[in-house]
């Protein structure tokens, strides 16, 4: 029998595991990540699977079926810094609840069932996210293990202080065909379940997005000297590229663009900015209008750069495409959704997620979950036991419905 109650209790207690006291700090590879991981590879092996812990640091559990291919569920344990408790944890917690059920009742299925709770997904303390889930998929370059955290540790050493040998990351790789699909549930992190009086709706796509960084160079100069015509203020000019973005994110409902972070030079109260350096973050459930809408953002910072004597140029520092759910598994989360006698309803998601590093190797599919206020990211983030229960029992249903081919 699934445990709403269950759930919830599993999550208050991995929030239990923090380098914050009173809030939620769980980053990869910290001892707090061990305990985290020994909980969670404890509840594996009550539900009836055998439990391990990778070579990158993903918990895997298994739960063998009639024969080898496995359908992949599960999500993050790692957290941002003062995080919410359900992020990540509640899909790898969900999915442990179904495998119970099913063990509960001696039920196998026609295939194997993978869950998987991965080490880093958030990228807190290496500035690289998705480190668990780009392992399993064999698109994480093994130079990436070089990259070091805060205090100068690399990944590789991290790593080996955890009891784990980065050099088998080859064999954390999963090849195709291994793996039937990989489904994930996961709160929407957004407004609209809670807006329709929605528990869950099933993600269309995952958000492409593109972030260029802009510098622009004009002139530093005596805030009391210099006269304002004469001035080349790349502040002033960063300050009309803001509200440029903001212009071209708002022409259409399904785009997203923020300036998150601005560097000014030299930075003081009495001189004239001379070089502004800023990023763009672009988001849109299609391609072309996300590359249409940088384009634009490239055209008004040249133009607002030459219009004030400044020059700009513009690189681009990060970019991933649209993740497409595979429509075959749409329709079956769809199907899961309307037996519980639920509405159904479609929505893409605009944050990032672990099925952008699996769909190399796998269809992926999403489930979310109604969050209070489509607050995540932060010790506010709250669930109710009701639609944990729903999400559970939707998302069994679509496992003991799964179909690996339609
Ligand atoms: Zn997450």
Redesign the pocket.
Known sequence: MLSAERIMQRCDALARHSELPGGLTRVFLSPQNRAANELVLGWMREAGMQARVDAIGNVVGRYEGEKQPCLMLG??LDTVRDAGRY??ML?VITAIECVAALAEQSKRLPFAIEVLGFGD??GVRFGTSMLGSRGVSGTLDPAVLNTRDAHGVSIAEALRQFGLDGSRLAQVARKKGEVLAYAEL??E?GPVLEAEGLSVGVVSAINGFSRPRATLHGEAGHAGTVPMHQRRDALAAAAECVLAVERIAQSDAALVGTVGRLEVKPGAINVIPGEVQFTIDFRAPRDTLRQEAVRSAVDAVQEIASKRRLTAAIEKIQELGVTACAPRLIEQLERAVAAQGLHVRRLPSG?G?DGQAIQAIADVAMLFVRCKGGV?HSPAESITEADAGVGARTLLSFIERFEPRS
């Open positions: 999500s993050h992020d990540g899909g997904e958030e996961h709160i992190q944050a997620h995540s």
